[in-house]
């Protein structure tokens, strides 16, 4: 009986682990919306790309927005891995 417990609670712990890293990230969601503002063909794979090359930016005026460096790497990784030309 207490076997049945601990794989219950295992199997709840797994749903909770799987769930969270199933969330969209911040930077995803930003990539996403600028994917979407675009017309692009393949959103979610841009969004993809831009999460993992973007970094937070805080400026005076504008605080908290997330950008991507510039030089040939993003475009490069967005070109193929998603056909995206920027």
């Excluded at 930077?27 to 959103?43: D, T």
């Excluded at 790309?49 to 510039?70: E, G, M, P, T």
């Amino acid at each position: 009986m207490l076997w049945r417990v601990a794989l219950g609670a295992g199997i709840a712990l797994c749903a909770v682990v799987s769930a969270a890293a199933a969330a969209p990230s911040p930077a995803y969601r930003a990539g996403l919306k600028v994917a979407k503002s675009r017309h692009y063909e393949r959103p979610e794979c841009y969004a993809r790309v831009f999460a993992v090359h973007a970094h937070l930016i805080n400026h005076q005026k504008a605080k908290n927005f997330w950008a991507i460096s510039d030089g040939p790497r993003f475009s490069t990784a967005v070109w193929n891995e998603c056909r995206i030309s920027r």
